[in-house]
């Protein structure tokens, strides 16, 4: 019963971690409203966590006044997409090896990475305690 019990609590954290990575790929300023589908600090900063430096469709955004009808037709990074593309297509309007003809965006590898290992890390701790309990 006790060795059940700690396979119920290494279960659940190992699903809770998944939880919490994908929160963290959904959290975001207020001021992002405005471009919702971008679910990155990569977005606007060169800086994965956000703050510090703008890439080069941060500066833009903010050298219109935040006024992102400004920008829609620019593209920022100069990789053949208008940031309104980018936004619809979930890539980064800031980051030229972000879009629709590269790869998915980093924080959704990422995620999808960091949930696995944490299910896998589950699963072996079961089964790892299964076996001693037959043994
Ligand atoms: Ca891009």
Partial sequence: MKKLSKQIIILSIAIASLFIVSAAAQARPSYQVQLQPLESCLSCHT??????????FGQDWASNGRQ???????????????????????TL???????????????????FV?????IIAGIWTL?????????
């Fill in 47 to 56: 800086n994965r966590g956000g703050g510090g430096s703008l890439n080069s």
């Fill in 114 to 118: 960091l949930g696995a290992i944490a």
């Fill in 127 to 135: 089964v790892a305690n299964s076996r001693k309990d037959n043994s």
């Fill in 68 to 90: 992102f009808k400004k920008i829609a037709k620019k593209d920022s990074d100069g990789d053949g997409f208008t940031n309104e593309r980018e936004i619809k297509d979930k």
């Fill in 93 to 111: 309007p800031g980051d030229p090896e972000s879009n629709r003809d590269a790869r998915p965006s980093y924080l959704l590898i990422g995620s």
